[in-house]
């Protein structure tokens, strides 16, 4: 049965892994056995992230935002361990913008990291997947993937594109053994919620609306991501498994 979670001998990309939930991910997949590779934009703390995990990990710096560059950044991550089976799309960014002020640079930038760069850099790690017959994409998706919050409508609408993106990867690759997921984070305390935690009475408020009582912890995420990277997940491909302690189911 324990095998079933194994991920012990698969090399793991990870996005986002300087910091936050893409960190945590990074940290816990390379605790488990898989040879990851972190990519981020800054080094200094994508060099933090690397002195402070175990296991055998690997860093590539660069900005996904520039689609131009993007065939490089696959060559570099293939580099250390061979081309990842599975792929964790964590970088993100909300610029927490309100309607009547979100700027065209402000929407690009946004749909660009968290719905443009999960498509195409999965289309070109795709490719060594299907030839393993075996892989595993997971996207993070977002309590506004659903639901409305204020100043949020273009990460709303990054969010609510990568639930289709996740269905959608899902039709087109699962028949090649490449189970495409995405979890949906409530609030964990990261630097992209720092203006949420910094507000004890909002964040006593984000606690109470959940069904458990209280917010996220970064350990509350690894369980569900050991699930949807390993075979424990064979049967399970195009879904959106909420982990916010029941906030969306209130």
């Known amino acids: 049965m324990s095998d079933l979670f194994d991920v012990s001998g698969k090399v793991a990309c990870v996005t986002g ?19 990851v590779v972190g990519v981020a934009r800054r080094a200094d703390e994508l060099a933090g992230w690397r002195d402070s995990a175990t296991g055998q990990t690997a860093a590539v710096i660069a900005d996904l935002s520039d689609r ?15 081309a990842p089976q599975i792929v964790v799309h964590a970088a993100g960014i909300n610029a927490r913008q309100p309607a009547d ?6 929407w690009d930038i946004t749909i660009t990291l968290n719905l443009t ?33 204020p100043g949020g409508i273009a990460y709303g609408a990054s969010k609510g594109g990568v639930s289709q993106l996740t269905r959608a990867m899902a039709e087109a690759w699962s028949k090649d053994g490449i189970n495409a997921n995405a979890i949906g984070p409530g609030f964990f305390p990261t630097e992209l919620t ?4 910094g507000d004890e009475d909002r964040a006593s408020r984000n606690a109470a609306q959940t069904c458990v009582g209280r917010n996220g912890r970064l350990d509350d995420i690894d369980g569900p991501l050991l ?24």
Request: aromatic share 10%; glycine share 10%.
């Open 194 to 197: 720092a203006a949420v935690f």
């Open 101 to 106: 002020e979100v700027t065209p640079d402000g």
């Open 117 to 149: 760069v999960p498509f195409f850099l999965s289309q070109a790690l795709v490719p060594a997947m299907v030839e393993a017959g075996w892989g595993r994409i997971i996207n993070f998706a977002s309590l506004q993937s659903s639901r409305a919050f």
């Open 68 to 82: 131009a560059s993007l065939q490089d950044v696959v060559r570099r991550i293939n580099e250390p361990f061979g």
């Open 17 to 35: 892994a300087s910091s936050g939930l893409g960190r945590r991910a990074a940290t816990v997949l390379a605790e488990a056995g898989a040879s």
């Open 227 to 250: 699930f949807l990277s390993s075979s424990a997940s064979d049967f399970v491909t195009g879904q959106v498994l909420m982990v916010d302690g029941g906030f969306t189911a209130k």
